[in-house]
């Protein structure tokens, strides 16, 4: 799939970081959360990177694609799992929905919610 725009590779280590990024997915642009929130992952196909060890620490070398591979609802927050394609580690993500921010396609969310149901590890 073509990259809309240049995603670099080496990336200073910075210090919580909210900005806006390119999805290395879809190649779409992905815009910086707002209300305090990191935004990581992309609004129209879900995925994310590699990219943080703490929430918007930037500060994981790995940079592997982020695939969403489950997705659950909990005390009224639904809430993404990625896992690296890379490396393996699993991270979760509350989904943006606020208004303003290009909140996550919602449609996809809840398809990965019942995909996932089936599929998902008892925590
Ligand atoms: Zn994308
Ligand atoms: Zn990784």
Redesign the pocket.
Known sequence: MAQRCYVPHMVKRFTKRNEGFCCLHCGGEVPAGSHGTIRNHCPSCLYSQ?TDIDPGDRA?T???L?TPVHAYYLSGTITLVHR??????ERENKIAQAPGVAPDDLPRVYALMRESAHTAPVR
């Not at 690296?84 to 580690?89: H, L, N, Q, S, T």
């Open positions: 590699h994981a790995c940079r592997g982020m690296c394609a890379r490396c393996g580690f």
